[in-house]
């Protein structure tokens, strides 16, 4: 019978890799408690309405993207493709505003988005997520970039990029949507027809198509920073001032509009060379009106996510470098002395040694052979006659040494070993 694999786009995470992840989460979990984040937990499973209402009824996500079905009771329920609606959703829901003006919150989880699969793109990834919650400061904009930067720093990235826009706010778009309106008059034929579409309904999505020959016809397109208003232009440049402070380069990219349509004044992403196409390892942004728009009180936030599977690609370190190898591992032959190992060896786990021992019976050698292969610091080499006199053998695999431990009983060989194995 043929074995029933994993859905297209669905990736298994296996040890030699989750260690990765461990370390990766660790380091985040860390610093973010330095910038005094705490962790929330949301569903993976929202109404579909949240992602329609925050990301946008004309995004890619949400037109072509999301994993959504009807409920029995007719409901539409949604696989979350980001967790930044759901945070929201949460903070609303349980009038976090009410206690604290300011939150700072971040998750980290599986997202779903069905896009077509390819080298650091998949149908359900991890992120990483922040949001600041009640803030609107140039300052908070420009330390949580600090932060993000600091992280991908602390799990030794480099090469990254940081690239930086405003999008203004809902104030600075209608003269926008005049200007790209006329530009693109005369090049509807080249359009794809999402993007034709979208004219009528959002035009700066046309910035944001995957289509080829969409991306060719931007290239000459006004851009959103010539028509930002007087106070997003003071924000947008206090931003930069703070960042420069912080000693931290970018690039103003004009032509990054974000694949969300929440976002407002500063949008940013990190990028790198190696992932070719998925270059994008983060991305946020300011969200000053979504809160409003999800029904809740003027609330002004912002947050990024940055996509784990990519990061985790790009880490330097070589796999071995991951791996946890045992202390000890007890090679026993002999009723006696498998009986007496096998206490040993989940007694000595209990105090904090990693122990390995073999059930198999299997002669001196072979059991040598797999502690070997285990990579072990130590083996102890238990026979009936070890048993019998009191004596066992502990071999130092590293070195190569080999040194003779006496003991009267199973307490005092549990003490001998801690104190060699913790020297
Ligand atoms: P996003 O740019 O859509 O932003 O996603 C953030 C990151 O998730 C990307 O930079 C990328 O590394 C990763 N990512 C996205 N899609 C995929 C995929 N199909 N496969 C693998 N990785 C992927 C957001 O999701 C916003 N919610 C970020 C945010 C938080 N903005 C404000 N607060």
């Not at 793109?121 to 922040?130: D, E, G, M, S, T």
């Not at 007087?230 to 974000?258: A, P, Q, W």
């Not at 053998?393 to 307490?411: A, C, H, P, V, W």
Request: contains cysteine; aromatic residues 8%.
């Amino acid at each position: 019978m043929k074995i029933i694999t994993a859905v297209k786009g669905f990736k298994d995470i296996l040890p030699g890799e989750t260690e990765k992840w461990q370390y990766v989460e660790e380091k985040a979990r860390g610093i973010f408690k330095d910038f005094g984040l705490r962790e929330i937990k949301v569903p993976i499973l929202e109404k579909t309405e949240l992602f329609r209402r925050s990301i946008g009824e004309t995004t890619d996500i949400v037109e072509k993207e999301m994993y959504t079905f009807q409920d029995i009771g007719d409901e539409y329920l949604a696989l979350r493709p980001e967790a930044t609606a759901s945070v929201i959703r949460a903070y609303l829901q349980h009038n976090i505003h009410a206690t604290d003006p300011v939150a700072k919150l971040f998750t980290i989880g599986p997202m779903f988005r069905r896009e077509r699969p390819q080298k650091g793109r998949f149908r359900q990834f991890h992120q990483i997520n922040v949001e600041l919650i009640g803030l609107d400061d140039p300052r908070v904009d420009a330390e949580l970039i600090l932060m993000l930067i600091s992280f991908l720093k602390s799990v030794r990235l480099s090469d990254l990029g940081l690239e930086i826009n405003s999008l203004g706010c809902p104030g600075c778009r209608p003269s926008f949507r005049k200007a790209i309106l006329a530009f693109l008059q005369d090049k509807k034929d080249d359009l794809c027809k999402d993007c034709l579409r979208r004219l009528d309904t959002n035009p700066l999505r046309v910035f944001d198509c995957k289509v080829e020959g969409c991306g060719e016809i931007i290239i000459d397109a006004p851009k959103l920073l010539d028509y930002i208003c007087s106070e997003c232009r003071d924000h947008f440049e206090k931003v930069k001032e703070y960042l420069k402070g912080f000693d931290i380069s970018y690039e103003v990219n004009t032509k990054m509009v974000r694949g969300l349509d929440y976002y407002t004044r500063t949008a940013f992403e990190i990028t790198t060379e190696s992932l070719g196409a998925q270059n994008a390892i983060a991305g946020g942004g300011r969200y000053d009106r979504l809160i409003k728009e999800l029904g809740g009180p003027d609330i002004p936030g912002i947050g990024f996510a940055i996509g784990l599977e990519r990061l985790i690609s790009m880490l330097p370190m070589k796999d071995e470098e991951f791996i946890t190898h045992p202390h000890l591992f007890i090679a026993a032959l002999g009723d006696e002395a498998q009986k007496f190992a096998y206490t040993l060896c989940n007694r000595l786990r209990m105090r904090g040694i990693r122990t390995e021992m073999d059930y198999s019976g299997k002669s001196l050698k072979s059991q040598m052979k797999r502690s070997n292969k285990l990579n072990s610091h130590y083996t102890l080499i238990l026979g009936e006659r070890e048993i019998e006199e009191k004596k066992a053998e502990l071999r130092n695999m590293k070195e190569g040494t080999q040194e003779t431990i006496s003991f009267d009983n199973i307490d005092n060989i549990e003490e001998t070993i801690i104190d060699i194995v913790e020297r």
